[in-house]
């Protein structure tokens, strides 16, 4: 069926290191790709999205990257700082849904000082 | 300005109990929607609601039915709690595309 997937459950970083953190997807006919962020004991925060018909786009300290040859989207994290520890969702819209997203399993992100 | 609310925070219920979870949003949105969060399994998504009047059934509407206020609110109710309900139940808002989607701060279930 389709879903969106994470390569890696988790992901332990230094301070100041950039992190990359992966996403595998099935549906080719997504209009959109997004980042979320969840911190512990919230909810789920929207980072970053991109369209379909791009590569790549950028944000503040974030960049995402999408390959759809081989249906992987990336986030990338410049200078990861504590604060950026939390579990990192990507999610998708698939083109028969409406409004309603797909989410990915999540990966933990762990940065230590 | 609270976003979206969500109450209670936490509850416990008994199998064969029944319950209602509350959304609430202040941001003037047309789309609200339930998810549920399961250790492992990311959010699924339960019911949504494009618009004040209409629902949908997500991934997994089983044991659950919605109801759309208004425009600010839209409950989730469990008619007869079952322990596979356990969650963590998150409730959403968004406008016109869905993608930015504003959650709530989340209500964790246990059901024994």
């Known amino acids: 069926g389709e879903s969106v997937g994470l390569h890696l459950p988790t992901l332990s970083v230094q301070e100041g290191d950039n992190s990359i953190i992966n996403c595998a997807y099935s549906?080719?006919?997504?209009?959109?790709f997004i980042w979320y962020k969840q911190e512990s004991g919230k909810g789920p925060q929207f980072i970053i999205d991109?369209?379909?018909?791009?590569d790549k786009r950028q944000g503040q300290r974030v960049t995402v990257l999408l390959n759809k040859t081989v249906k992987h989207l990336s986030l990338q994290i410049a200078a990861t700082q504590p604060g950026d520890s939390a579990v990192y969702f990507c999610?998708?819209?698939?083109?028969?849904?409406?409004?309603?997203?797909?989410f990915g399993k999540g990966t933990t992100l762990s940065v230590s000082s | 300005n609270a976003g979206v609310t969500q109450t209670p925070k936490f509850q416990v219920l008994k199998t064969g109990q029944s319950m209602t979870l509350q959304c609430a949003q202040d941001m003037n949105h047309n789309s609200m929607y339930w998810y549920r969060q399961d250790p492992g399994m990311g959010l699924r998504l339960i019911y949504y609601s494009a618009s004040e009047g209409t629902t949908d059934k997500g991934e997994v509407p089983n044991g659950y039915n919605v109801s759309r206020l208004n425009k600010r609110e839209f409950s989730l109710r469990l008619e007869s709690a079952a322990p596979s309900q356990t969650s963590v139940y998150f409730c959403?808002?968004?406008?016109?595309?869905?993608?930015?989607?504003?959650f709530g701060p989340g209500t964790r279930l246990t059901v024994t």
């Open positions: 999610a998708e819209t698939p083109h028969q849904a409406g409004t309603a997203l797909i």
């Open positions: 959403a808002s968004s406008g016109e595309t869905g993608r930015e989607q504003y």
């Open positions: 549906n080719s006919a997504s209009d959109y």
């Open positions: 991109i369209r379909s018909n791009m």
